[in-house]
């Protein structure tokens, strides 16, 4: 039995997973995919890559999540997921990069700027 593993990313959060065949139980930082993400559309959104290609029920997944916050996670998971799969059976990939799951989303926080109460908000400006 081969253990597959893949990274991915957003915004903060870095979800770093093992594949292994089995019967399609997920679990994130020892605790089950429905008790980590108790949110539908979360899990869902976990999910997609692996009902796409048609493989809800053939892999388990052993997930270390950390960064970020729920939404990041989500997303961050769902790459690392589309990215294993490639790596199990590279003819899934044209199906995946057409729903956008192999695509690392670039947008993240910009940094503080010093003289400045946000990235980019400055301070009241009043002419008297």
Same mark, same amino acid.
């Given at each position: ?5 893949? /990274? ?8 770093? @997973?093992?594949?292994? +065949?089995?019967?399609?139980? =997920? ?5 089950? *995919?429905?008790?980590? !993400?108790?949110?539908? =559309? ?10 796409? =290609?048609? #493989? #809800?029920?053939?892999?388990? @997944?052993?997930?270390? *999540? ?7 996670? &989500?997303?961050? /998971?769902?790459?690392? @997921?589309?990215?294993? *799969? ?9 199906? *995946?990069?057409? +729903?956008? !799951? ?7 926080? +910009? ?14 400006? &009043?002419?008297?």
């Amino acid at each position: 039995m081969e253990v597959i593993n893949a /990274l991915g990313r957003r915004k903060r959060a870095v979800a770093r @997973i093992f594949v292994t +065949e089995g019967t399609g139980k =997920i679990t994130i930082n020892k605790r089950d *995919l429905t008790q980590y !993400f108790p949110s539908t =559309i979360l899990q869902y959104v976990v999910k997609q890559p692996l009902n796409t =290609i048609g #493989a #809800a029920e053939k892999y388990d @997944i052993k997930v270390n *999540l950390y960064g970020g916050g729920f939404t990041g996670q &989500s997303q961050a /998971l769902r790459l690392a @997921i589309a990215r294993a *799969l490639v790596k199990m059976n590279p003819e899934d990939k044209a199906a *995946l990069r057409a +729903e956008g !799951f192999m695509t690392r989303d670039p947008r993240s926080m +910009e940094r503080k700027k010093p003289g400045r109460p946000k990235a980019r908000k400055r301070f009241q400006f &009043s002419k008297r």
